[in-house]
């Protein structure tokens, strides 16, 4: 099963940047590239959702709630994925979750809280 681990969470200004970093490992490259990754977040007392995810061909789909705000990458070779956060809001607190995804692979990290205040 695909371990993920998530980093780069923390306190931040709105207005601010952060980016996230998600870890893969107990797989194989040939396998984390066939992986479509994706970033969830929970804020307090809502449902997770979904933030933005990236396919094995690159091809990325973002909440419209952070559009030209926020951007998914990925690095195959160092089997991370990213997320580049920017003009963070107040309402972008949570904890960020990334999920890894092929066909019968489903995992999820424990997450990295993020914190947009002032």
């Known amino acids: 099963q695909v371990q993920l681990v998530e980093s780069g969470g923390g306190l931040v200004q709105p207005g601010g940047s952060l980016r996230l970093s998600c870890a893969a490992s107990g797989t194989s490259g040939s396998i984390f590239r066939l992986l479509t990754m994706a970033w969830y977040r929970q804020a307090p007392g809502k449902q997770r959702e979904l933030v933005a995810s990236i396919t094995r061909g690159g091809a990325t789909n973002y909440a419209d709630s952070v559009k030209d705000r926020f951007t998914i990458s990925r690095d195959n070779p160092k089997m991370t994925a990213y997320l580049e956060m920017n003009s963070l809001k107040p309402e972008d607190t949570a904890v960020y979750y990334c999920?890894?995804?092929?066909?019968?692979?489903?995992?999820w990290g424990e997450g990295t809280l993020v914190t947009v205040s002032s």
């Open positions: 999920n890894a995804a092929l066909s019968t692979i489903n995992s």
